[in-house]
């Protein structure tokens, strides 16, 4: 009998339909608005996102495209979305028997979130945000249909992706950083990113869109939602 680690909540706040991505366990679920899912992640679990896609349209296969987020035109993801994405990060029972987690900007932004341990316990184990209005204030070589690129997919290269060896912050990754200080702008942006709870009693929640209005600069539809959430 396979023994869970954690579960994991993933709400939906926004006031339009958010299609939530898990993997590598969980794949996908509309999500309208007010909803929630929930996904049993086991033991040992690493390198997995939850990110929230807008804009979607999908056939009654499951088959279709999203504004921002998509995983190769599925509903139930099996791979990374398509940047820009706010990303949810979490590895479970690794080193030490710590759960490893953070939010990530390194794909972009989409989505407000916020990502708790349902019961904090002190230390690195307490709740993160990013509300920020990134959306609203993108730099113009940012700005893509739905959310905020990031630089590396925008421009390529070592200053950006950092694929080479080490890299430091750049003008464009301290816009992402000033806004949402806990959460990862660039790909080596560890020491003030990264988030620690105990291994096997923790479990967490994810919330697109926490403060209940996505801000000024998200509209009630998103462009290319097959419906809005009322």
């Given amino acids: ?4 680690d954690a579960t994991i909540e993933v709400r939906n ?7 939530a991505a898990s993997t590598p366990i969980g794949g996908g ?5 007010g909803q929630t899912w929930v996904i049993n992640a086991p033991r040992g679990t690493k390198m997995a996102r939850i990110w929230g896609r807008t804009g979607c349209n999908f056939n009654a296969a ?3 495209s999203c504004q921002t987020g998509d995983c190769g035109g599925v509903l139930q993801c099996t791979g990374w979305g398509k940047p820009p994405n706010t990303l949810a990060e979490y590895a479970l029972d690794q080193f030490s028997n710590l759960d490893f987690w953070d ?7 989409n989505i407000p979130m916020t990502f708790a341990p349902t019961k904090p316990s002190g230390g690195k184990c307490h709740a993160i945000h990013c509300t920020a209005n990134i959306n609203g204030e993108c730099p113009r ?5 739905g959310g905020c690129n990031n630089p590396c997919t925008t421009f390529g290269g070592q200053q950006y992706c950092c694929t080479q060896g080490p890299c430091g912050p750049t003008e464009l990754s301290k816009f992402f950083k000033k806004r949402c200080p806990t959460s990862y702008s660039y790909p080596q ?11 096997g009693s923790t479990n967490y929640r994810v919330v697109f869109c926490p403060n209940g209005v996505a801000g000024p600069n998200f509209p009630l539809e998103m462009p290319g939602s097959d419906e809005v959430a009322k």
């Fill in 189 to 199: 942006d560890d020491p003030s990113s990264t988030f620690t709870c105990p291994g």
């Fill in 62 to 64: 499951g088959r279709g």
């Fill in 13 to 19: 706040n926004c006031p339009y339909t958010v299609w």
């Fill in 103 to 109: 939010i990530s900007l390194v794909d972009g932004f």
């Fill in 29 to 33: 679920r509309r999500l309208n608005r």
């Fill in 1 to 4: 009998m396979l023994r869970w």
């Fill in 141 to 145: 070589a940012l700005k893509v249909p």
